[in-house]
């Protein structure tokens, strides 16, 4: 940019005099817009005194809306909008940034492997609430297992039932035809093992004053032999095995 003489005299002597800043510039030296951007980009003409400028002239500051002089730092924890990072700064910032993520990747369970990478599994159970003994017991009946229903299966009825329990233990209940003489009845279901026990008692109708007894024996591990006193009064059984 050459000046005239007469605004070069006028500049030097208003920054000498006045020490104007760049946005009082225009008005003061009649500069024309192309000029005050070339001062701005300090492409000025060798006429010019460069030190009168640097001495007495003040550019305006960098805002978001207005280009201006910015403060250069290679601090990475600023929160300063007027302060431009360096590529320094930038660097160290990546250079975190990165060995946060390989210290995550470090300590994070891959998704392929299932949990087989967990190399303390107590401590994750304990970390999860879930350091009580049941969380660590298998299913089953046996010592240190739990059960679940498939070990409580039954039947629960009225004239005939049954009762599956975790040992294995079965009790059956049911009805038996009185008769003075021997009848056979059949349980709702096979005990696997063992007819362990039967225990036979006489059905009642209150009021009735009709008594009598009834006695029973286990049979086969489906069947069980009953005798009333008196025809028609009937009974009950509760057998027990496994």
């Not at 879930?130 to 679940?148: C, H, V, Y």
Request: aromatic letters at 6%; charged letters at 15%.
């Amino acid at each position: 940019m050459a000046l005239t003489t007469e605004q070069e005299q006028a500049l030097l002597a208003l920054l000498d005099e006045k020490k104007i800043t760049l946005s009082e510039l225009p008005a003061a030296t009649d500069l024309s817009a192309e000029d005050l951007l070339l001062i701005r980009q300090g492409i000025i003409d060798k006429s010019v005194n460069n030190n009168v400028l640097k001495k007495y002239f003040t550019p305006a500051a960098s805002s978001f809306t207005e280009s201006g002089i910015v403060k250069l730092s290679n601090a990475i924890n600023s929160d300063d909008e007027y302060i431009a990072a360096t590529s320094k700064a930038v660097k160290s910032a990546h250079n975190i940034a990165m060995q946060a993520n390989q210290d995550v990747a470090a300590k994070a369970l891959s998704k392929s492997a299932n949990l087989a990478d967990v190399t303390d599994s107590a401590e994750v159970l304990k970390n999860l609430g879930l350091s009580g003994k049941a969380a660590t017991r298998e299913i089953g009946n046996g010592e240190n297992q739990i059960p679940d229903m498939s070990y409580y299966q039954s039947l629960l009825g009225y004239d005939y039932g049954w009762q599956k329990l975790p040992s294995g233990l079965i009790i059956q209940w049911g009805t038996i035809g009185g008769s003075v003489n021997d009848v056979i009845t059949t349980l709702p279901i096979t005990f696997p093992n063992v007819f362990l026990h039967v225990t036979v008692t006489m059905d009642y109708t209150p009021g009735s004053g009709a008594i009598g007894y009834v006695s029973g024996k286990q049979v086969s591990n489906s069947t069980l032999a009953s005798r009333c006193s008196s025809s028609g009064l009937g009974a009950k059984y509760l057998a027990i095995g496994y």
